[in-house]
């Protein structure tokens, strides 16, 4: 008998002194470093608007999430949180005792863990401190890190960054995620239902997740509530309210990546900053971009590359039909003609980007047809020669001194000779259209895109007198040599819309910007700088418009025409039709459109910067009246502009491009002078 009682009183000593010993074993066994949860810094998502506010895009690593302070969170959200999760949340250090026996003794009952005890502090733990491994040793480290935490953090601290860190499903990282991502909201938003969904999720996410499984999330749900309910937290009409919503839920994407060639643009633009954390700084990014006109600028582009393939087999078709019909009769003199092309109609390709001429701000940037196939950004990294569209700044220079659209140019061919690495070689230009005018006003000559009169007006003006001019856009790699005329050098559909700009911009020549402010924890840490450039005046860079102007209603710019709005533009087509553009402006925007082959072969024979761009410049115009018909529609004349006629033609001259002497003064009433 005395055996017996001793041994039972051991044992009931080693029952009382064993939790101790174990306890005291994992504290001194184990070092418990709580610095990621006290000094808690979690990656959090970028985000990217446009001009208007509009969400662009998400742009993350591994963990998409939106971090929410604890003045941010409802309190209403704590209260359903602690009903479901930890009643005595504010009156426990970090365990609750009473929970633990409880689920101790249905453990012995069950034979296997039915509940769980876990508080919300210790749910913290076991996510950002420990694994999810079910062993006893792990709920022994994570007790004792609970109650670690407790000393160090407050109550508001440890919601926080539970709230912050516990995953909700659908790759939502966080409450203030998930409320966004399921609902479109911000937390202050929030339904009480809706509340109630996102705090029951973190038990079982991709069960509850309401995109996935409705009902099943709406019974959680209103457990939640009803929980509330009994505790008393909630009135009776609340409560009933709360069970018959039915929230509408979002079954979004993560990035929501609306406009990918702006997202990778942004992307570049921060590391030329020097931001490095770009995907897990929690920045907020606003741009200068406008979302519709974006999309306008993406379908354009497309429509005139389909309008494009379609063309072109057109073209094929009929060649070859001819080719055959030949071949039935012999007619060898005929056959030799016709040259069928081989064109792999699978690199065609393009590029739009659209600024504000004032501010230089993009207001649209595409850089291919379809960035799902090729994500290479032709508009910002593409180098093309622009063959004619860079005529326009020589006619500028011409102008700044002192020609007027009236002035003749001689349009005539001519050979030039020159050395290249000790060998004597020939050039010899010739137009598009394969003759010549003879003499050729200034005004037809840039109309007609005529090559043979750019080349002797760079003459008459004098090459070094040219290049010394020119220097004032800052335009690179300009070439030392009369190709200069035919725009030989290379540049991106973007170089070239702020080199645009010097026009567009009555003389001043404005940087393009893509990023209007960056903010980071309610800080701004970078707002964008207008940067400009005079490189003209008023009057004189409105003559060139006019000319422009007239390209685009009577010259290779046709087919950029559009009803309502005045447009002033100029194509451009290198040797052997390899690039296709079409650079100009409406009374606000300046746009480029680039087309060509990715692989630098020709595109098909009749495919001009006229043909094949314009459409895209028509149609991107044409979206931007549907979109903003309150837009300006008119060329502003500056002061100093004065209209004459000359020859029975409407012209422009100034002080510095004064008319051709009168030979008779018109008494026409609106005073215009006749000559």
């Not at 003794?105 to 733990?125: D, F, N």
């Not at 494009?308 to 094929?316: F, G, L, M, S, V």
């Not at 009236?406 to 061919?413: G, Y």
């Not at 701004?524 to 450039?533: A, M, R, S, W």
Request: no cysteine; net charge positive; hydrophobic share 35%.
């Amino acid at each position: 008998m005395k055996y017996l009682k001793r041994t039972l009183l051991t044992l009931l000593v080693l029952g009382l002194i064993t939790p101790f010993a174990v306890v005291g074993y994992f504290l001194y066994a184990y070092d418990y470093d709580i610095s990621k949860l006290v000094d808690y810094h979690p990656d959090v998502t970028t985000r990217i608007y446009d001009k208007d506010g509009r969400k662009i895009a998400n742009i993350f690593k591994k963990k998409h999430r939106y971090y929410a302070t604890f003045n941010e969170i409802p309190p209403r959200i704590v209260e359903a949180l602690v009903a479901i999760e930890d009643t005595t949340f504010f009156e426990h250090p970090g365990i609750n005792i009473d929970a633990i026996f409880r689920a101790a003794i249905k453990v012995v009952r069950a034979g296997k863990a039915v509940e769980g005890a876990s508080t919300i502090t210790q749910q913290l733990v076991k996510n950002v401190l420990l694994t999810r491994e079910k062993k006893l040793s792990r709920k022994i480290k994570e007790a004792i890190y609970a109650i670690k935490i407790e000393h160090a953090l407050t109550k508001e601290q440890i919601l926080e960054r539970y709230l912050n860190e516990i995953y909700y499903g659908h790759g939502y990282y966080g409450i203030k995620t998930a409320a966004d991502g399921y609902f479109h909201k911000r937390l202050d938003e929030l339904t009480l239902k809706e509340m109630a969904i996102l705090v029951g999720l973190p038990k079982a996410p991709s069960t509850y997740a309401p995109t996935k499984n409705y009902d099943i999330s709406m019974g959680r749900a209103n457990r939640v509530i009803k929980r509330m309910y009994v505790l008393g937290w909630i009135d009776k009409g609340a409560y009933d309210a709360a069970l018959a919503e039915q929230p509408k839920v979002f079954n979004d994407t993560l990035t929501q990546n609306k406009a990918p060639f702006i997202v990778d643009e942004v992307a570049r633009r921060f590391r030329d900053l020097n931001i490095r954390d770009f995907k897990t700084g929690g920045y907020e990014v606003y741009t200068t971009v406008d979302l519709s006109l974006q999309n306008a600028a993406r379908k354009s582009l497309k429509f005139a590359y389909n309008a494009a393939h379609k063309r072109i087999k057109k073209y094929q078709d009929l060649e070859q039909e001819k080719l055959t019909q030949l071949e039935k009769i012999k007619n060898s003199t005929e056959q030799e003609k016709i040259v069928l092309q081989d064109v792999n109609v699978s690199q065609l390709n393009g590029a739009l980007v659209s600024l504000d001429s004032k501010s230089g701000d993009i207001l649209a940037l595409v850089g291919s047809v379809d960035y799902k196939k090729s994500s290479y950004d032709r508009a910002t990294q593409g180098r093309r020669q622009p063959g004619s569209a860079f005529k326009p700044f020589i006619y500028q220079v011409a102008i700044d001194l002192g020609y007027s659209g009236a002035t003749e140019l001689v349009d005539i061919a001519k050979t030039y000779e020159y050395e290249k690495d000790g060998h004597e070689m020939k050039w010899q230009p010739k137009n598009y259209e394969k003759n010549y005018k003879g003499l050729v006003t200034l005004r037809d000559a840039l109309i007609h895109s005529r090559n043979l009169a750019t080349i002797n007006l760079v003459n008459d003006i004098g090459l070094a007198t040219l290049l010394r001019e020119l220097k004032k856009f800052h335009i690179k790699n300009i070439p030392n040599d009369l190709s200069i005329a035919l725009g030989t050098m290379s540049m991106s559909p973007l170089e070239l819309a702020k080199y645009y700009t010097s026009f567009s911009n009555q003389g001043v020549q404005v940087k393009p910007h893509i990023i209007n402010s960056i903010e980071k924890d309610e800080r701004t840490i970078y707002v964008k700088t207008l940067e400009k450039n005079i490189v003209g005046t008023p009057t004189q860079t409105y003559i060139l418009t006019t000319i422009l102007e007239d390209v685009v209603k009577r010259g290779t710019a046709r087919r950029a025409r559009v009803k309502g709005i005045e447009l002033a533009a100029k194509t451009g087509t290198t040797n052997s039709n390899v690039d296709g553009w079409l650079a100009g402006y409406s009374p606000t925007m300046t746009t480029v459109v680039w087309f060509g082959n990715d692989n630098n072969t020709p595109m098909y024979k009749r495919e001009t910067g006229g043909r094949i761009a314009g459409p895209a410049f028509a149609a991107y115009y044409r979206n931007v009246l549907k979109l903003y018909p309150q837009i300006k529609r008119k060329f502003d004349v500056p002061e100093g502009i004065i209209e004459a006629t000359v020859n029975g033609k409407k012209e422009y001259f100034s002080e510095i491009s004064k008319p051709p002497k009168a030979q008779e003064i018109s008494d026409d009433p609106q005073g215009e002078l006749l000559w």
